[in-house]
Nanobody
């Protein structure tokens, strides 16, 4: 089992940058394929980005491609989401998720473990 704790959210203006972190404890972090999702009020939970256990492959939602970068540091048991050129429509609670796997996982239902979320608010 793994415990996930997100941090780094906040209130920023459009065009600004934020870096979210997801700290993992428990089983070996490098065993997990990881992902970021977000949930905005009145909308369904949305896939943002995913990364394989080695960091060798990544995948992004079209809405964030070119602006967001997912990465991981297995030595620090930490997942990151660098968010640049933020837009008001990026406002949401952001969650990290984990599953023991070798492959990229983009469906929320395929993840086993979730963090509690961190709020990102982008003002116009």
């Amino acid at each position: 089992q793994v415990q996930l704790v997100e941090s780094g959210g906040g209130l920023v203006q459009a065009g600004a940058s934020l870096r979210l972190s997801c700290s993992a404890s428990g089983r070996t972090f490098s065993s997990y394929s990881m992902g970021w999702f977000r949930h905005a009020p009145g909308k369904e939970r949305e896939f943002v980005a995913a990364i394989t256990r080695t960091g060798g492959s990544t995948n992004y939602a079209d809405s964030v491609k070119g602006r967001f970068t997912i990465s991981r540091d297995n030595a620090k048991n930490t997942l990151y989401l660098q968010m640049n050129s933020l837009k008001p429509e990026d406002t949401a609670v952001y969650y990290c998720a984990a599953r023991t796997s070798w492959i990229l996982i983009t469906r929320a239902g395929d993840y086993d473990y979730w963090g509690q979320g961190t709020q990102v608010t982008v003002s116009s």
